[in-house]
């Protein structure tokens, strides 16, 4: 397999943006969640796994690794893929309290998602193919985290993908977490 260097620029660059978060002092939280999203004739879902650190009383920074698979079907088209990424976050918590209530947010995110798609189905033009892209994306994002020191952590992110071949590039997803707080 010939080796991206898209890829490894995108990993570099993430990592450069999560280092400056282990110097600061803060409270700090790892949350585990899964989410998705269904309709339009499209659907979603993902694992994440995020670290957060309180910058202050009221921001927070968030790294998020995870995998997400999506699907898509019209009268005359389909199209499904997979794949991994990571997205970087700042968070606002207008209870001045980071890490802990309602917050909102937004970032960036890097995905290389691999799939198929089907053009023309049931038809004599059917065309097929496939889909490999590296996808920046963009989203905003609500939450709340509930509890102390284990915490139930919903959230909603709306988003787009900037720069893909898959034909979805908006989303919307809902995601479900537990939240450790140390």
């Known amino acids: 397999m010939k080796k991206n260097p898209t890829k490894s620029l995108a ?3 993430t990592l450069s943006c999560l280092l400056p978060i282990t110097a600061l002092s803060g409270e700090n939280a790892v949350t ?4 998705g999203a269904i309709g339009g004739g499209g659907s979603s879902a993902s694992v994440l796994v995020e670290y ?3 910058l202050s009383s009221s921001i927070a920074l968030a790294g998020r690794g995870g995998y ?3 699907s898509y079907s019209d009268d005359v088209y389909e199209e499904s893929g ?3 990424g990571a997205q970087v ?3 606002f918590y207008p209870g001045g309290q980071a890490l802990h209530g309602f917050y909102f947010g937004g970032g960036l995110g890097l995905w290389q998602m691999s799939g198929d798609w089907t053009d023309d189905k049931d038809t004599p033009w059917v065309s097929k193919g496939d889909v490999n892209t590296l996808s920046s994306e963009i989203h905003g994002e609500l939450g709340w985290r509930v509890g102390e020191r284990v915490q139930f952590a919903p959230s909603l992110q709306v988003g787009t993908f900037l720069s893909s071949e898959a034909v979805l590039s908006q989303f919307i997803n809902v995601n479900l977490g537990v939240s450790f707080i140390f």
């Open 32 to 35: 585990l969640s899964a989410g």
């Open 11 to 13: 990993l570099l660059v």
């Open 89 to 91: 976050s700042v968070k």
């Open 82 to 84: 997979s794949g991994p």
């Open 68 to 70: 997400l698979s999506y």
């Open 52 to 54: 957060e650190r309180a």
